[in-house]
């Protein structure tokens, strides 16, 4: 039984003849000619990929660069002890990158659209997870290339471990002298290249691949040196993760201290801005409609510790002059077609639906009253005519002119036995 199962998920069933393999490796590690023109294509393509955030585009990119030919190299003169191989693959590896930055910082260079899109800023900063993906993509790619079939994981391998857009990011970053994104995007680089490195020297240590040190003693002085310089490597690129992963845990947070004190007691958020990296770490919310005194917003700063987060401030942005300006600023880096009115309108909207109106037929009834009458919302809204109290209001929403207000006002407060009726015509 126990045989049975060891020859099911034994990794030498379906094994390429390690020669053969290796060949294959070797012959795909060079840039010289056809593939140094194939991979400035690549960049070019990726480039325009991020610059119109096309994501198709950057997976075509992926799928045609061929930088992992160096990497995987490299993996193997480690597991094989061949460095003649490793000085050769680390070569290529540096003049693949150094072809990549200035090709992709030309591009961006000339380009007359320098706007940071999302799949852009996605590569400025690495995670934990991209770590995870590097490893685990690094060990699907390495256990392909050793088959004799080798089957479709190489493309996924191209696409998961993503070495083109952090390439292409950071000669953006050149470009623009925009430093930040620079080291960002080029540390991302830096940690795919990493760990498909170490993934196929664990693969190539199993799979035992030849040594090319015949002295066993040598072997096992050379193969401490290594193991120390992986130690020595990999230990900061975990302190790097831990302390990404607290980034990840203090904004979880932070978001839940916000959807607990504010939210989820009706107070709509419209600003809300999260910094790790400060010190103190700050968040900087704003609301739509309610005010706070300054003991109320001390005693939010003392929750802070309470609930996890210590040598954090609490800032809430009310009697700024510039809030709108800055809350538009950041909505607009996403959508530069939203205006103030439009936030606002679209928050009301979301607060109408959580307080509904029970009555099935109101609906119909405007429709055909009102046949102009289009986008319609309605239900309650929460209003703080002071800080210690609060009521509702019935209000509806709509678009398209021509309507007597007076009428359709006097119209509601009869039919919903309601007095205080909001109307608000969302084209005005």
Request: charged residues 20%; positive net charge.
């Amino acid at each position: 039984m126990i045989n049975n199962i060891f020859n099911f998920i034994n990794l030498h069933n379906g094994e390429e003849r390690k020669d053969k393999v290796l060949d294959n490796v070797i012959s795909n590690i060079s840039f010289r000619g056809s593939n140094l023109w194939i991979l400035a294509c690549a960049i070019i393509i990726a480039s325009v990929g991020l610059n119109v955030n096309s994501t198709a585009v950057i997976i075509g990119a992926m799928l045609i660069s061929p930088l992992m030919g160096p990497i995987v190299g490299a993996g193997f003169a480690l597991g094989t002890y061949n460095f003649s191989l490793l000085k050769k693959s680390i070569k290529n590896l540096l003049i693949a990158t150094f072809v990549s930055l200035t090709v992709s910082a030309i591009y961006f260079y000339i380009s007359p659209f320098k706007d940071v899109q999302s799949e852009l800023l996605a590569r400025t900063a690495p995670n934990i997870y991209d770590v995870i993906i590097a490893f685990f993509g690094g060990l699907v790619g390495v256990i392909a290339i050793t088959r004799v079939e080798k089957g479709n994981p190489i493309p996924g391998v191209a696409i998961a471990t993503a070495l083109m857009p952090p390439l292409c990011t950071a000669g953006f970053g050149l470009a623009t002298l925009n430093f930040s994104y620079f080291f960002g995007a080029f540390y991302l680089y830096t940690i795919n290249c990493f760990f498909i490195c170490i993934a196929t020297f664990f693969v190539v240590k199993f799979l035992k691949y030849p040594s090319s040190i015949i002295d066993n003693k040598y072997e096992k002085r050379i193969r401490y040196g290594i193991s120390i310089l992986i130690l020595i490597m990999i230990v900061p690129s975990f302190y790097l993760a831990y302390n990404l992963f607290n980034e990840k845990k203090f904004t979880k947070t932070a978001e839940q201290f916000v959807q607990k004190e504010f939210e989820n007691n009706g107070y709509t958020v419209i600003y809300k801005k999260i910094n790790y990296n400060s010190n103190p770490k700050t968040i900087d919310i704003a609301f739509l409609n309610k005010k706070f005194s300054n003991e109320e917003i001390a005693s939010f700063n003392n929750m802070l510790s309470d609930n996890g987060l210590t040598n954090t401030k609490l800032n809430i942005r009310q009697n700024d002059t510039d809030i709108k300006s800055e809350i538009l600023s950041e909505i607009n880096k996403f959508d530069n077609n939203i205006s103030e009115k439009d936030i606002a309108i679209s928050k009301l909207r979301q607060e109408l639906d959580s307080y509904k109106v029970s009555d099935s037929s109101l609906l119909k009834e405007i429709q055909i009253l009102y046949p102009k009458m289009q986008n319609i919302s309605y239900g309650k809204i929460e209003q703080y005519p002071d800080t210690d109290s609060t009521r509702l209001q019935f209000a509806l929403i709509y678009s398209g002119g021509d309507i007597d207000r007076i009428q359709l006002k006097n119209w509601l407060q009869k039919r919903l036995n309601e007095k205080n009726i909001a109307l608000i015509n969302s084209d005005e």
